[in-house]
């Protein structure tokens, strides 16, 4: 287990950039208190992914693909191009320090 860090560091509603085994990741905290992590890497050319708290999604803006919070599951693509892929989950833990810490 790797410690990511403390939910004091993020507020609710926000999002956190975070390195997983040598690869750029994303911890989000959305204003209901979940937690998610995902691989920050979007599946169709490797865009960089972001938190949109006011959609309650994750967003790639280099084509605009769309994921969803819960499992990181694809919501919605370009017609442009084929993809199916989601994005790569990171199991996390909160122990009782609140200190975050991905599996
Ligand atoms: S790289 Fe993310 S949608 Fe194309």
């Not at 920050?40 to 050319?45: K, L």
């Not at 790639?60 to 084509?63: A, D, G, I, L, R």
């Given at each position: 287990m790797e410690k990511i860090g403390n939910l004091k560091d993020i507020k609710k509603g926000e999002s956190m950039s975070f390195t997983y085994k040598g690869e750029k990741a994303i911890l989000i905290r959305t204003r209901k208190d979940e937690l998610a992590a995902y691989v920050?890497?979007?599946?169709?050319?490797g865009g960089t992914i972001e938190w949109d708290e006011k959609i309650h999604m994750i967003l790639?803006?280099?084509?605009l693909s769309l994921f969803n919070f819960?499992?990181?599951?694809?919501y919605r693509h370009s017609s442009i191009f084929e993809l199916d892929e989601g994005l790569t989950k990171i199991d996390l833990s909160v122990d009782e320090n609140k200190d975050i810490f991905a599996r």
């Open positions: 920050a890497v979007c599946p169709h050319e790639c803006e280099c084509h819960e499992d990181g599951s694809l």
